[in-house]
């Protein structure tokens, strides 16, 4: 089924709006697969890991990463995109990456989002790469920061520019002290090193006050939307906070 949605360029992106918490606007989407089988809509749950045993991984994010430059070329707003370490380790990935760049006027829109985790072998190949996408105007996040692997020593060395707060600390904080305390911790943390923090996951208004309590800079959540077809400013205007 993947190599045919491949074939038949049935691999699409959904675009998750993120909220700036102080002036409650959109401010980012982040770019997210999907794969459309028999008129259904596939979420990556269930293909991204048959993909990296297939050797078919990297042609999905290129798909990702081609319909996204696209689609934000004439848009005034920063878009995310997850890479992993798989993709970073392939030898042309960068030089992709430099040849979309000539094919679409996105400068300084593009943000690329890293799971740090156990898989990355070799820090060295990972820190080279974010200097080079960063010499092209691109910015970078860490995501699902504090899950359980985050490795500060080389977090500095990266130089990124976003915490993405993992969502298993987010979906919690309400009821969860030690949750609450982590993401505090991870706020002021990155606040000290001038990162800015963006929480996942935020599904209710109780999570959202609490973490714009907190200081996190940005929310992302079904709170204020779910992935869309197509990029909307006007996704959010039924939410409270706009009354």
């Known amino acids: 089924k993947l190599k045919t949605a491949l074939a038949k360029d049935n691999i699409i992106v959904y675009y998750q709006p993120l909220i700036n918490n102080k002036t409650l606007k959109v401010d980012k989407y982040e770019c997210l697969v999907?794969?459309?089988?028999?008129?259904s809509i596939i979420s990556p749950f269930f293909f991204l890991d048959i993909s990296k045993k297939s050797n078919q991984y990297h042609k999905i994010t290129r798909s990702v990463i081609q319909k996204s430059f696209k689609e934000f070329e004439n848009l005034e707003f920063e878009f995310s995109i997850n890479i992993s370490y798989e993709d970073i380790a392939n030898n042309d990935f960068l030089d992709y990456i430099k040849e979309m760049f000539e094919l679409y006027n996105v400068k300084n829109k593009v943000v690329f989002e890293i799971l740090e985790d156990e898989g990355i072998k070799n820090y060295t190949v990972l820190t080279n790469f974010v200097k080079e996408i960063k010499k092209?105007?691109?910015?970078?996040a860490i995501d699902d920061f504090g899950s359980g692997y985050s490795n500060f020593e080389h977090l500095l060395k990266m130089n990124v520019d976003y915490l993405?707060?993992?969502a298993s600390l987010?979906?919690?904080?309400?009821?969860d002290e030690n949750s609450y305390?982590?993401?505090k911790t991870i706020i002021e943390f990155a606040?000290?090193?001038n990162l800015k923090t963006i929480a996942?996951?935020?599904?209710n208004k109780d999570i959202f006050d609490t973490i714009r309590d907190l200081g996190a800079d940005y929310s992302q959540g079904y709170y204020f939307s779910a992935p869309l077809k197509v990029p909307n400013l006007y996704c959010c205007k039924d939410k409270e906070l706009y009354d």
Request: with cysteine; aromatic share 4%.
């Open 181 to 183: 305390k982590v993401t």
């Open 164 to 166: 993405k707060i993992d």
């Open 191 to 193: 606040k000290n090193l």
């Open 200 to 203: 996942e996951y935020v599904e």
């Open 170 to 175: 987010v979906k919690n904080i309400v009821e």
């Open 34 to 39: 999907r794969m459309i089988d028999e008129e």
């Open 136 to 140: 092209l105007g691109c910015k970078v």
